[in-house]
């Protein structure tokens, strides 16, 4: 309510003005429909006045042919109007906004067989379509409002199915939705509070637009002699019956039930234009400061992040000043993962020594169906990361890192098909949808890219967690969660006063750490970041990456992180994995594979990292392979100094180079599968691949 009045003080005084002319032309048909037997002087069926008398003080209106007074049936016309209006539109709605969400949604048959109804009551005629149901509903159920009504509300129907549906497909795309798939809410939840939310901003504005057509398809079907009869005032049959009037010189029995047409479709116009100014406010960005535009914003304010708190000790001292939670109170209740980062002397988790792979990959390939034919985008890929490890997964954009991240979270889009494993703690996460749903955003979560648009703009902050938390933990009281969101907030260096807040309100660095904390407030096992700090600038990239190693470190994450940048993963990962082609090409422990690269990609890569002992950059000559299709050999062969006739030939496997260190390239023994004890040499060109890499430092 209080977003519908901060929308109404924003809207601009055309848009105002136009609301309330309209609000007062339909509100006082309403009213005049509502009491129209106590106002009407005459009953709408008496037929005993003076035939054709003119306007008179008896009757303000004159009378008719058929010796019926206009003024009563002009009023009592207005009551038969917002019946069959009110009860087509309406039946319409909830018939047409369903089937457009869940055919939007869904898509797939449903969706193709819906589209083709729609399309084909759309392209009938639509007065004509009317015309055809009147005649049949009249048989059927007999002349009357209901049989006016069900007849109009064929007409919008697919009014209605076709503006949601194509809403719908927009919405279920936008990147807040996948956010929400993404953190295990049920498809249920993404329906009515992500997708609806959105897309039913859209109705009221068709609702008053439509029902103004009502008004005018109603006259036509009483016109041409479909509406409910005689007895029944109806404005478009009283016109009818008055149209030879006016070559008599009887004016008044056609020009007032015309002008009540046209003041009822007017008001109704004027209200759906003002509501769509208004609830639309793109229509009115253009003209106003960001200030004027969002309410609550604070450019200076936002502009400055609070320092890092909680991760560094004590909460009091660290934690934003604005409404931080009490910690004495917090002791109490809070959750493990939030107690762990607020509480100084809170023993961080221990990194797995065991040996166990909190997340493991096993052989896992991801091919998209696409028009040139199957794109392999992941292949044969097989990753362990173990409680409180960081893996780096680095390569050139479109080498399937991402779409390797979306395969573990079980989010893949539908013309995506995978194969392998995942097991979440030893369990098989892709023998169960359900239990890698519950898993999202539980155990299992994931840390957005961009967080602009990660967030619903619909929601506040808070919403957002209280409906994560509540997916998972389904007897948490909202006040629970809310408390919970708060202190996740806090642990992020977010100000938990500005938990009310909406997205918009919020700089892309406290939208970022407002991510990861929804990432981490239900303790998950596994963290997956895809590239976490690509849009933030170097400070607050360096906050993130600081604050992520710490609940890391705190919470005893796995964590997977998504990057081209190998400065990032020098500076914050145990291992890397260096992805090619879709393959993970090399592997192994930081240290091991940044001062001695094997795979001739990895040098590479590193060799164009620039330093501050750079002279001049260098970069991967070529470009990444076309995954369409099947490659013969080594992925790399193109672009690699180093290939050799086998590499053309037959895909390398991964072989040991060093301890816990592996390279898939023939120029090691064991990468050949037809000549496992075969280390291909170039001719007269190998490398010393013993020594460093060929530039780029390892911090
Ligand atoms: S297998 Fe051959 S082409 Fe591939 S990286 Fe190794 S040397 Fe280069």
Not at 44 to 69: K, W
Not at 412 to 439: I, K, M, N, S
Request: with cysteine; glycine share 8%.
């Amino acid at each position: 309510m209080n977003r519908m009045f901060g929308r109404w003080r924003q809207a601009s005084r055309t848009s105002r003005v136009l609301v309330m002319a309209g609000a007062a032309m339909t509100v006082g048909f309403a009213v005049v429909a509502l009491l129209a037997p106590l106002l009407a002087p005459y009953g709408q069926a008496a037929h005993d006045a003076p035939q054709l008398s003119r306007p008179s003080l008896d009757h303000f209106f004159g009378t008719t042919n058929d010796r019926f007074d206009v003024l009563s049936r002009v009023i009592f016309g207005a009551r038969l109007a917002f019946q069959v209006v009110l009860a087509s539109t309406t039946f319409a709605l909830f018939i047409g906004v369903p089937l457009g969400l869940v055919s939007g949604y869904t898509g797939g048959r449903l969706d193709r067989a819906l589209v083709l109804v729609m399309d084909a009551l759309y392209a009938f005629p639509s007065l004509l379509l009317a015309i055809v149901m009147a005649f049949a509903l009249q048989r059927w159920i007999g002349p009357g409002v209901p049989a006016a009504a069900l007849s109009i509300s064929v007409i919008y129907i697919p009014q209605y199915f076709r503006v949601v549906r194509n809403h719908t497909l927009a919405v279920r795309e936008e990147t807040f939705v996948d956010a929400a798939r993404a953190m295990g809410a049920p498809r249920r939840v993404i329906l009515t509070r992500y997708v609806a939310a959105n897309v039913l901003q859209s109705v009221p504005v068709i609702f008053t637009v439509n029902a103004a057509d009502a008004v005018l398809t109603l006259a036509g079907l009483g016109f041409l002699g479909q509406g409910p009869g005689l007895r029944t005032a109806e404005w478009g049959f009283d016109i009818s019956r008055a149209i030879t009037d006016v070559g008599i010189g009887a004016w008044w029995t056609s020009l007032f039930p015309g002008l009540a047409i046209v003041a009822l479709v007017t008001g109704m116009s004027l209200l759906g234009e003002g509501i769509n100014d208004i609830l639309n406010p793109r229509l009115r960005a253009a003209g106003m400061s960001a200030e004027g535009l969002i309410p609550g914003f604070d450019a200076e304010a936002d502009a400055t992040p609070p320092p890092l708190a909680t991760v560094e000790g004590d909460a009091s001292e660290s934690v934003p000043t604005a409404d931080p939670p009490a910690v004495e109170d917090a002791g109490r209740e809070l959750p493990r993962s939030i107690q762990a980062v607020y509480r100084d002397d809170a023993p961080a988790r221990p990194a797995s020594s065991d040996g166990a792979a909190a997340l493991l990959v096993d052989d896992v390939s991801v091919t998209y169906r696409s028009a040139r034919g199957p794109v392999h985008a992941v292949q044969n890929v097989s990753l362990a990361v173990r409680a409180g490890e960081s893996v780096g997964l680095v390569g050139e954009s479109g080498c399937g890192k991402s779409t390797l991240g979306r395969a573990v979270m079980g989010v893949l889009p539908p013309v995506a098909e995978r194969t392998g494993q995942v097991l979440l703690d030893g369990v098989d996460l892709t023998a169960d949808a359900e239990a890698w749903r519950r898993a999202r955003g539980d155990r299992l979560s994931l840390v957005f890219q961009d967080p602009a648009t990660r967030l619903d703009p619909l929601q506040r902050i808070e919403s957002h967690f209280v409906e994560l938390i509540r997916a998972h933990r389904p007897g948490t009281s909202k006040a629970d969660a809310a408390r919970m969101s708060r202190e996740a907030l806090a642990a992020v260096g977010v100000p938990p006063a500005r938990s009310r807040q909406y997205p918009h309100e919020f700089s892309g660095g406290m939208r970022q750490r407002i991510m990861i904390a929804l990432a981490v407030v239900l303790e998950p096992r596994v963290l997956i970041a895809d590239e976490p700090t690509t849009s933030l600038d170097v400070l607050v990239e360096a906050q993130i990456l600081d604050l992520m190693s710490e609940l890391r470190r705190r919470l005893g994450l796995a964590v997977v992180l998504i990057t081209h940048n190998l400065g990032i993963v020098a500076e914050t990962c145990d291992r890397v994995a260096v992805m090619y082609a879709g393959r993970i090409v090399e592997e192994g422990p930081v240290a091991s594979v940044f001062a001695a690269p094997r795979h001739p990609y990895t040098q590479a890569l590193l060799s164009a990292v620039i330093t501050l002992e750079t002279q001049a950059p260098a970069a991967v000559p070529g470009s990444p392979p076309d995954l369409a299709g099947s490659l013969p050999g080594c992925p790399f062969a193109p672009r690699c100094p180093l290939a050799m006739a086998v590499c053309h030939e037959v895909i390398p496997a991964g072989s040991q180079v060093a301890d816990d260190h592996a390279a898939a390239c023939h120029l090691y023994p064991g990468a050949d599968p037809t000549h496992p004890d075969q280390a291909w040499e170039p001719d007269g060109r190998r490398l010393r691949l013993a020594e460093p890499p060929l530039s780029g430092t390892l911090r």
